[in-house]
Antibody, heavy 117, light 111 residues
């Protein structure tokens, strides 16, 4: 049973870069799509983007210019970088896995990231 | 912004049947793009309940069933149990936004 665990700083300053890592255990990072999803306080879930194990990526057009998703097969982890953050980027960030791009079959428990000076 | 609308809450007594609706539009559910349903218990990772409108992953009880019609989808929980008390949300793809989108979420309370 694959397990995903998000990690990274819980507090980021405005205009800086948010960096998170998702550690994958109990399974290989190959042959799946690896996604990031977030939920701001009091709001709905928002898909950020995904990376295929081969390295191809796709991201939400609303965030595309600020998002980089990468995969490290040797460490069985993948990462999210979100640049120029503002208070609107405060959210619980989830990593997730999908055999298809259409759904998310396994999720991490999420990590709260606050953007504040 | 959530483009899929769900009722904020539904409730039922143990053993009852509850239905959660997910209303979209012609650029997502009505396109038609597949609908998925997830369950989230407090402090836990969301769990996939239904994929491809009607399919249950291995291990999901058959008390949970999904359907899609037109621009809406539904999740039915038959024989409601105390452990079903959780938040449920739907998910699909939107061709106008070119993004995967989620519902507003529904809190299910077992009376």
């Amino acid at each position: 049973q694959v397990q995903l665990q998000e990690s990274g700083p819980g507090l980021v300053k405005p205009s800086e870069t948010l960096s998170l890592t998702c550690d994958v255990s109990g399974g290989t990072i190959s042959s799946h799509y690896w996604s990031w999803i977030r939920q701001p306080p009091g709001k709905g879930l928002e898909w950020i983007g995904y990376i295929y194990y081969s390295g191809s990526t796709n991201s939400n057009p609303s965030l595309k210019s600020r998002v980089t998703i990468s995969v490290d097969k040797s460490k069985t982890q993948f990462s999210l970088r979100l640049t120029s953050v503002t208070a609107a980027d405060t959210a619980v960030y989830y990593c997730a896995r999908g055999l298809s791009t259409a759904w998310f079959e396994s999720w991490g428990r999420g990590i709260l990231v606050s953007v504040s000076s | 912004q959530s483009v899929l609308t769900q009722p904020p809450s539904v409730s039922g007594a143990p053993g009852q049947r509850v239905t959660i609706s997910c209303t979209g539009s012609g650029s997502n559910i009505g396109a038609p793009y597949d609908v998925q349903w997830y369950q989230r218990l407090p402090g836990t990772a969301p769990k996939l309940l239904i994929y491809g409108n009607t399919n249950r992953p291995s291990g999901v009880p058959d008390r949970f069933s999904g359907s899609r019609s037109g621009t809406s989808a539904s999740l039915v929980i038959s024989g409601l149990r105390a452990e079903d008390e959780a938040e449920y949300f739907c998910q699909s793809y939107d061709s106008s936004l070119r993004a995967y989108v989620f519902g507003t979420g529904t809190q299910v309370t077992v009376l």
